[in-house]
């Protein structure tokens, strides 16, 4: 079994920050990428805010480039999303997601719980 746990959601006033936690545990041989999405309530999509590849090369949406900062520690399995200079429009559900092989050797994606982010005016 996989478990994957998010942490460090919360409000704050715009302009602030939050850092987000997302821990994979369980029969993990290897995690591939790691990314975090947000979904607005009352929309369907998720929105890929930043991912990072097992070797550290990251990306980001447009949105966010200059004021979220993914990194990952593979030791512990755990992704990170440092969120600065925040805004009322980055209110919204983030997801962790990450791609696992176990140690039985079958590849799958996993989705965290969701951790609310309110940024108030």
């Known amino acids: 079994q996989v478990h994957v746990v998010e942490s460090g959601g919360g409000l704050v006033q715009a302009g602030g920050s939050l850092r987000l936690s997302c821990a994979a545990s369980?029969?993990?041989?290897?995690?591939?990428?790691m990314a975090w999405y947000r979904q607005v309530p009352g929309e369907q999509q998720r929105e890929l805010v930043a991912?990072?590849?097992?070797?550290?090369?990251?990306d980001y949406a447009d949105s966010v480039k200059g004021r979220f900062t993914i990194s990952r520690d593979n030791a512990k399995n755990t992704v990170y999303l440092q969120m600065n200079s925040l805004k009322p429009e980055d209110t919204a559900v983030y997801y962790c997601?990450?791609?696992?092989?176990?140690?039985?050797?079958?590849?799958?994606?996993?989705w965290g719980q969701g951790t609310q982010v309110t940024v108030s005016s």
């Open positions: 997601n990450t791609i696992i092989t176990t140690t039985w050797g079958v590849v799958s994606t996993y």
């Open positions: 369980g029969i993990i041989r290897s995690v591939g990428t």
């Open positions: 991912r990072v590849l097992s070797g550290g090369t990251s």
